[in-house]
């Protein structure tokens, strides 16, 4: 299977030359994960974290597959909404730069977790 991983964060791009890093928000790499859902991939991890503290990260990595057909409708309703819930979150909150850094490294760690898992790396 054929994966991408999405990303803003500086430390993924580092530790995984193959993502796709784009210089942009949280809330534009929902977008663009969602034009490359349109593209026929899948997503392969949520694209929001459970922790309402980490919808102010201003770091967001999501993992997604090529041609996973059944996966597709579903990925879309998932995306979308996760674009509606973070958009009314950063209206209420907005990011937190100032613990900019943790963000980084939790993303990070929360790929890593989530690659460790899906025995993709």
Known sequence: MNYLIVTNNPSVKQHF???SYH???TLDILIKTRNLLHQGFSLVTHPL???VKMMCSPFKSIVVAKNQKNNEV???EI???SILKLGKHLKQKGLDYLNEDDYK????WFLKTALDELNIV
């Open 49 to 51: 974290c459970a922790n």
């Open 105 to 108: 490294k939790l993303d990070l």
């Open 74 to 76: 579903m990925s879309l």
């Open 79 to 81: 995306i979308e909404s």
């Open 23 to 25: 210089d942009c928000s």
């Open 17 to 19: 030359k193959s993502a």
